[in-house]
């Protein structure tokens, strides 16, 4: 992990967010800021365009106007990505090409215009699924796992790389309470190395001891922001989040690796 500055500095900046996908508007001038070193719990009914914000953040779906930069550096090929973790919602391992849990794992350390492996990648790959509890199935085709055990697969991936920040959509979502409690933990770890944290929840649960600011959406836009979260912001309409799983990576982010299971 990188070596940290003594003044915070801006990890995430987001200003005037609008994004539009098949002519709806999804986000409607959100402004987003987080320093590092935050934990910062992004909640709100679905349907509010939690995971449209965080996958427009990491480069995987387009900007309507405003802008966001990461690092100080707007999007594009110059960010430094290899900074950070991208954790997708939930998904199926049922298509792609067939990979073990550790090839899933080693592809996170695959970013810009890297093409081969690090030397340590496959030590680094198993440490990370030490880290979430799987490393006895590394040999294993992610199709053969579990819905529960993909999702860890996933956030070891985001993990291998050490990143700065970690951004995570529904990270825990249909996995079981134990593995939950452990990644938790592994959290806690991460935090108090100075891990930058956001993270799509819609409950704190097991998370609210590291969170140190809350943000709610509704409706694409941002209704609450600070320590505490209020008592109606989780009560909107529920829906679905407008989210688009087949969009394509903008140019020059690098997070998203079709190693088993596309994300």
Same mark, same amino acid.
């Given at each position: 992990?990188?070596?940290?500055?003594?003044?915070?500095?801006?990890?995430?900046?987001?200003?005037?967010?609008?994004?539009?996908?098949?002519?709806?508007?999804?986000?409607?001038?959100?402004?987003?800021? *987080?320093?590092?070193?935050? *934990?910062?719990?992004?909640?709100?009914?679905?349907?509010?365009?939690?995971?449209?914000?965080?996958?427009?953040?990491?480069?995987?779906?387009p900007i309507a106007s405003g802008s966001v930069t990461l690092y100080g550096t707007p999007l594009g090929r110059t960010v430094p990505w290899q900074r950070v973790g991208y954790v997708?919602? /939930?998904?199926?391992?049922?298509?792609?090409?067939?990979?073990? =849990?550790?090839? *899933?794992?080693?592809?996170?350390?695959?970013?810009?215009? !890297?093409?081969?492996?690090? /030397?340590?990648?496959?030590?680094? =790959?198993?440490?990370?699924?030490?880290?979430?509890?799987?490393?006895?199935?590394?040999?294993?085709?992610?199709?053969?796992?579990?819905?529960?055990?993909?999702? !860890?697969?996933?956030?070891? !991936?985001?993990?291998?790389?050490?990143?700065?920040?970690?951004?995570?959509?529904?990270?825990?979502?249909?996995?079981?309470?134990?593995?939950?409690?452990?990644?938790?933990?592994?959290?806690?770890?991460?935090?108090?190395?100075?891990?930058?944290?956001?993270?799509?929840?819609?409950?704190?649960?097991?998370?609210?001891?590291?969170?140190? /600011?809350?943000?709610?959406?509704?409706?694409? !836009?941002?209704?609450?922001?600070?320590?505490?979260?209020?008592?109606?912001?989780?009560?909107?309409?529920p829906g679905h989040d407008h989210v688009h799983p087949h969009e394509s990576p903008e140019e020059g982010s690098p997070l998203i690796h079709n190693a088993g299971f596309g994300s």
């Amino acid at each position: 992990m990188s070596g940290r500055p003594t003044t915070p500095e801006q990890v995430i900046e987001a200003r005037d967010l609008h994004v539009t996908l098949d002519g709806s508007r999804i986000l409607r001038g959100v402004d987003l800021s *987080v320093t590092a070193g935050e *934990v910062v719990a992004l909640l709100g009914a679905n349907g509010s365009g939690k995971s449209t914000l965080v996958r427009t953040l990491v480069g995987i779906l387009p900007i309507a106007s405003g802008s966001v930069t990461l690092y100080g550096t707007p999007l594009g090929r110059t960010v430094p990505w290899q900074r950070v973790g991208y954790v997708p919602q /939930r998904v199926s391992a049922t298509t792609g090409v067939p990979s073990t =849990a550790l090839e *899933v794992v080693s592809s996170g350390l695959l970013y810009g215009r !890297r093409i081969r492996m690090p /030397r340590g990648a496959w030590a680094s =790959a198993m440490d990370a699924l030490d880290r979430v509890g799987l490393a006895d199935r590394a040999d294993r085709a992610v199709s053969e796992l579990s819905g529960g055990q993909q999702q !860890r697969v996933l956030i070891a !991936r985001a993990l291998v790389r050490d990143p700065d920040l970690l951004v995570l959509d529904e990270p825990v979502a249909g996995v079981d309470q134990q593995s939950q409690e452990s990644f938790a933990v592994t959290l806690t770890g991460l935090v108090e190395l100075g891990t930058t944290i956001l993270v799509v929840l819609h409950e704190l649960g097991t998370f609210a001891p590291l969170i140190s /600011r809350t943000v709610v959406l509704q409706h694409g !836009r941002k209704v609450h922001d600070g320590g505490a979260l209020p008592p109606s912001a989780a009560h909107a309409t529920p829906g679905h989040d407008h989210v688009h799983p087949h969009e394509s990576p903008e140019e020059g982010s690098p997070l998203i690796h079709n190693a088993g299971f596309g994300s």
